[in-house]
């Protein structure tokens, strides 16, 4: 039976709304964004049109380009935790053979997923306090010598960040590459072992190799998080002491909604959006060429 032009037109109706309020919300904020960017639009001014002087003054902007190397080491080390402590976590999980135990364990994985980022973000930011956490611990152990005033020293603020979120499995990721084990057959688990294989010749061989389509969402979706982001850089050190740990986002926030360059921080914006775009880009055409 043949459907008629209203009925093949209905699914189109129902899409309408959502692609009506994604290109308000989306399209045509990266539109105005970029539009903004060629302007000297200013808190109380009257934008003018100044073509690319914003752009030149975001490349000689001595603390935006160090931000660009602090969210380089950040980005770097979120894309390597995201895809490794997950899969490691899943493939411990697949080799363990009593049902209940291995569903006790993933749903230990999973609850982190209720808690806000942000609670996360305070309770490390706790530990971190010269007067408590960690330093504690280490007056503890008669090691007062290691106690540091972790988030207000330029030389151990960045990686203090770095390591927020030990050990690393975030719940979502762990979902993605666990669904993907899943998906691998077992009767090639099950021929590998009567050919002799050991565990490590499973995981080398035919986990990871199966597992690639899934790595690769983890890795753009972290990619995208880490650059994108600045809730965990501002909720700890506002991107001080100094410069040390100012990442491109925030510097961008502060130049609007601090300074009130609307149009500066539009170019910073825009900046950060090329670089996201050819890092995801580059990143699957790199494992692409690996396949």
Known sequence: MKKTWK???????????????????????????????????????TAHWVGLENYIAAFHDEMFLTSFRNQLIITVAAVFTSVFFPLLAAELLFFIKHKRIANIIKTAFVIPMLVPQIVVILIWKFLYNPNFGFNSILQLLHMENLSHNWLND???????????????ISSMYFLII?????????????????????????????????????????VTLSLIQSLSGFGLVAATTN???????????????????????????SAMGVI????????????????????
């Not at 950060?272 to 396949?291: A, C, G, N, P, Y």
């Open 7 to 45: 009925a093949k037109l209905l699914p189109y109706l129902f899409l309408t709304p959502t692609f009506i309020f994604l290109a308000i919300f989306s399209y045509y904020a990266i539109g105005n964004a970029i539009y903004t960017s060629f302007t000297d639009s200013a808190f109380g001014q």
């Open 154 to 168: 330029q030389g151990t603020a960045l990686l203090s960040i770095v390591l927020i979120g030990f050990p690393f």
């Open 178 to 218: 666990h669904t993907g084990l899943n998906m691998i057959g077992e009767e090639l688990y099950e021929a590998a072992i009567v050919d002799g294989a050991t565990q490590w010749d499973v995981v080398r061989n035919i986990h990871v190799p199966n597992l690639t389509p899934y790595i690769k969402i983890v």
């Open 239 to 265: 991107g001080g002491p100094g410069f040390a740990t100012t990442i491109p986002a925030l510097q961008m926030y502060k130049v609007a909604f601090g300074d009130g360059k609307f149009g500066r921080a």
């Open 272 to 291: 950060l959006f090329v670089v996201i775009i050819i890092l995801t880009l580059l990143s699957r055409k790199t494992m692409k060429e690996e396949d």
